[in-house]
C-alpha cells in the first residue's frame, strides 16, 4: 500500500538544503522532472527510489519545509523535453509507482 501524497502539485522549494542523488546522473537544473511524490518518513523514499532506480530512472532526495513539517521530495533527475518525461512517466505508472510530471521553475 502507498502512502498518500502529501502536496502533489508543490513546486521545489527550500533549496538552501543540500541535496542528495539517490543515483548518478544529470541534475535537475533545465526541463522537466517526475515528481514521485512529497513524503515523511525515509524508509517510503528508499522504497520507492528503489523500485524506480530498479526500472532505469534516477532519482534525487529533497529535504522541504511544508506547512512547518520535514519532509522529504522524491523527484526524478531532469528531462529535455515534455515527450521525454512523458514515456519516463508511463514506465513508473507501468511499475504502478506514483509519479506527475513538473517543469523546472527558473
Do not use: W
Not at 502536496?7 to 548518478?24: K, L, N, V
Not at 529535504?63 to 515527450?83: C, H, M, V, Y
Amino acid at each position: 500500500i502507498m502512502p498518500s501524497l502529501v502536496g502533489s502539485e508543490m513546486c521545489i522549494r527550500d533549496r538552501d538544503y543540500p541535496e542528495q542523488t539517490h543515483s548518478q546522473g544529470s541534475n535537475i537544473q533545465n526541463g522537466f522532472f517526475i515528481q514521485v511524490g512529497i513524503f515523511s518518513t525515509n524508509k517510503t523514499v528508499e522504497k520507492l527510489a528503489k523500485a524506480i532506480d530498479s526500472i532505469g530512472l534516477q532519482t534525487r532526495k529533497i529535504p522541504i519545509t511544508l506547512n512547518g513539517q520535514e519532509r522529504i521530495q522524491l523527484i526524478t533527475n531532469s528531462f529535455d523535453d515534455k515527450a521525454k518525461a512523458k514515456i519516463a512517466l508511463a514506465k513508473i505508472k507501468e511499475a504502478k509507482l506514483p509519479g506527475i510530471i513538473k517543469q523546472q521553475a527558473n
